[in-house]
């Protein structure tokens, strides 16, 4: 006599009672309808994938974020579109207008290389105090819904330094008259190393 033979004829005597019959076939029934919503959720799950890959594709990796920002001296909704080495920014006037205004640039790297800017060294350069010119010949510094005039501060060359308290401490602002402007945090920039409005 073999194993198998062996195993047989001994539990060939066992039988299971109705009890457990019925909690097997119970079991074998929920599994089915266990597999066909895994199956539901498995197809779910592709295709929001499938239209996510899509709607990247279609926007061509661009990034775009709803954001606020201090304009003409209010803080304001807008948005911020990042494509490439260039941003857009477009926001709604107190005219009711929708109005739009961009950028970009690229960081060298150490070794050479260019990046393009990130995100959060865009929403930095955004949130740099501004420079006004208004109708009347008067220049104004504005810098989170604060103003100060720099009219009268311009030198013989045309050339305007101003300290700037920011969120993170002292900006020094440089200010050459229809000629653009430059800050940093460490010192005043040459009027010489820019000449075009910032």
Known sequence: MTNKQRYQRTFSVLHASEDCLMEVKAMKHTKKINISRLAAVCAAAVMVMALACAAYAADVGGIQRSVQLWINGDQTDAVLDI?????????QGEDGESHEFGGGGVVINDDGSERPLTESEIMEHLDLPEVDYRADGSVWV?????ETEITDRFDADGICYVQVMTDNGALYLTVKYD????????????????????
């Open 83 to 91: 494509r490439g080495i260039g941003y857009t920014v477009t926001y």
């Open 179 to 198: 000629g653009g402007h430059a800050s940093s945090p460490h010192s005043y920039v040459s009027p010489k190393s820019f000449n075009t409005g910032a």
């Open 142 to 146: 504005r810098y989170h819904g604060e």
